[in-house]
């Protein structure tokens, strides 16, 4: 792989050091393909053909204000891969209106302690981890054109896959009061944080889930801050058929594993067709394969992406959101 691929994939990769090192792992002993200027920006022809193409694929059937919304996120991943070392400035890679919206983000969300608590508006967790990008654009749920006609059947399940420690379960519920939600965390140490926070936030009709969802059956290693273990792992197919669940929405952000769980899930989203946030942000397959994936079935689905955070890195907290009208 040549140079313009390889830093423009490390832009996904949040941690210096990480990105450092994968750059190092991957970047060629010899270059004998011609560079061209684009931009600014050195592009290997072999290299650029290949992302120009995913590109396209990407933007396929999607709206205009939609195509503008993607352009302008590959530029900024564009912009990233300028940087060899991976060292930047925020005026470097962000537009002023962009750099004002991270910090009224990260002003906004400002948390009191009470107790053995912290709270943020009505919202309460047992560490102060407010995720700015959820807890203000909140996965842009209010823009869904399927959002009241989920509300409006209860008997619809919510699936809140990577629900962490319960925050984004908060943003589901506030949003569809009565429906169920299944909250899916890998970690039991944070499934069991998703009871506390539910409790904390006076929340029924949760039910945490202690299980990985995936492409297969079995136990599977997991690694995560301080835990080290296995975990049960399951299709999404599996357990909504075992549990007769009908499915009104899927919410995912699970560490880039969201192609396989895709994988067990397809026909669940075949003949369910469920409203889906897909987390893509993780990983260059799944912010250029997942959205041709899901069209590839088929299914009627319309795209749209939500933008959400910015100053992180450049495609912190971008969603996928696929919706049958």
């Not at 830093?7 to 190092?24: E, Q, T, V, W, Y």
């Not at 919410?251 to 594993?257: N, Y």
């Not at 769980?261 to 075949?270: D, E, M, P, S, V």
């Amino acid at each position: 792989m040549n140079t313009f691929l390889v830093n423009l994939m490390a832009g996904f990769i949040p941690d210096k050091s990480k990105r450092h090192r994968f750059r190092h792992r991957m970047s060629p002993v010899s270059e004998k393909s011609v560079s061209r200027k684009n931009g600014g920006v050195n592009l290997i022809g072999r290299d650029l053909e290949q992302y120009e193409k995913d590109a396209a694929e990407l933007k396929k059937g999607l709206s205009q204000p939609e195509i503008a919304k993607i352009n302008h996120i590959l530029k900024r991943i564009e912009n990233v891969s300028k940087y060899n070392g991976g060292k930047y400035k925020f005026t470097d890679i962000y537009t002023k209106d962009e750099i004002n919206k991270f910090i009224r983000m990260h002003d906004g969300v400002i948390s009191s302690k009470v107790d053995d608590y912290y709270q943020y508006k009505n919202y309460k967790l047992r560490v102060d981890l407010f995720e700015p990008s959820i807890f203000t654009d909140e996965y842009e749920i209010s823009k869904l054109k399927t959002a009241d006609k989920i509300r409006g059947h209860k008997e619809l399940s919510l699936l809140d896959i990577g629900a962490y420690n319960g925050d984004s379960t908060l943003i589901l519920r506030n949003h569809f009061p009565n429906n169920p939600i299944y909250a899916f965390e890998a970690v039991p140490d944070f499934c069991n944080t998703i009871n506390e926070t539910m409790k904390l936030n006076d929340i029924q009709n949760v039910i945490p889930v202690n299980l990985a969802l995936g492409d297969k059956e079995g136990r599977v290693p997991i690694k995560y801050g301080k835990f080290t273990g296995t975990t049960q792992m399951n299709t999404l197919d599996n357990f909504v058929n075992n549990n007769n669940i009908r499915v009104g929405l899927i919410k995912t952000d699970i560490e880039g594993a969201e192609w396989a769980l895709l994988q067990g899930a397809i026909q669940t989203i075949r003949e369910q067709k469920p409203t889906l946030i897909i987390s893509i942000y993780h990983n260059y397959n799944d912010f250029f394969k997942i959205k041709p994936l899901i069209d590839s079935w088929g299914l009627g689905y319309n795209f749209t992406f939500t933008d959400s955070c910015y100053g992180k890195y450049p495609i912190h907290e971008i969603t996928l959101n696929c919706e049958v009208m």
